[in-house]
């Protein structure tokens, strides 16, 4: 059965870091792009970041490049997200998700990919990321 489970959220002051793990069951990581989204509370999901299965294809959206890093080890099936610099506006759940397809990694880095959440199938419960003084 495929499933994922996100861990590492939780309460961060401005300015500080946090590293957010998705976990996968069920998937072959060598062929699945991995993706975060947040929702804040009473606005949509958002896409954030997104990693090709082979790692060297990445996307993030203009809120988070330069803050967010997302890598992945495909032999311990996770993916993993490191947030710097957080601010306040970042507070949200956030989700991973996993690709319904197989994809080449130049998906993911052509110039109008926005990261549709309609390309991903397998979500994860969220993790609750605070960002307080």
């Known amino acids: 059965q495929k499933r994922l489970v996100e861990s590492g959220g939780g309460l961060v002051q401005p300015g500080g870091s946090l590293t957010l793990s998705c976990l996968a069951f069920?998937?072959?990581?060598?062929?699945?792009?991995i993706g975060w989204f947040r929702q804040a509370p009473g606005k949509e999901r958002e896409a954030v970041s997104c990693i090709g299965n082979s790692a060297t294809s990445t996307y993030y959206a203009d809120s988070v490049k330069g803050r967010f890093t997302i890598s992945r080890d495909n032999a311990k099936s996770t993916v993993y997200l490191q947030m710097n610099s957080l601010k306040p506006d970042d507070t949200a759940v956030y989700y991973c998700?996993?690709?319904?397809?197989?994809?080449?990694?130049?998906?993911?880095?052509?110039?109008?990919?926005?990261?549709?959440?309609?390309?991903?199938?397998?979500w994860g419960q969220g993790t609750q990321v605070t960002v307080s003084s």
């Open positions: 069920g998937l072959d990581m060598d062929y699945v792009a």
């Open positions: 998700a996993a690709d319904n397809i197989y994809r080449p990694g130049t998906y993911y880095t052509w110039p109008t990919y926005d990261m549709p959440q309609s390309d991903f199938g397998t």
